[in-house]
């Protein structure tokens, strides 16, 4: 099994910063792209920033310029730093391993994280 572990939300006020964390672990051969979505409450869960494991982003257009992602792929370990945030950042944040490989018979799968929540206060 493969297992997402999210940190680093938590409450902010506007204008300030949080750095997010989100290390997998598991049977992993390899992953493809690593990223961060998040859903406010009554929203759907959208897109904030991926990487794939060659180090190609993207991001939505509400992050760009204020987000970046990195990630460390010895660790299966991806970061959003997220400066400049605004109240309409708050939400809860989930971290998502997509193709991931666990063996070399199966299909690669998407893992998701349980979430962590960012708030950030005017």
């Known amino acids: 099994q493969v297992q997402l572990v999210e940190s680093g939300g938590g409450l902010v006020q506007a204008g300030g910063s949080l750095r997010l964390s989100c290390a997998a672990s598991g049977s992993i051969i390899s992953i493809n792209t690593m990223g961060w979505y998040r859903q406010a409450p009554g929203a759907q869960r959208q897109l904030v920033a991926t990487i794939g494991n060659g180090g190609n982003t993207d991001f939505a257009d509400s992050a760009k310029g204020r987000f970046t992602i990195s990630r460390d792929n010895a660790k299966n370990t991806v970061y959003l730093q997220m400066n400049s945030l605004k109240t309409e950042d708050t939400a809860v944040y989930y971290c998502?391993?997509?193709?991931?490989?666990?063996?070399?018979?199966?299909?690669?799968?998407?893992?998701w994280g349980q979430g962590t929540q960012v708030t950030v206060s005017s």
């Open positions: 998502a391993a997509i193709r991931v490989v666990v063996d070399l018979w199966g299909e690669p799968r998407t893992y």
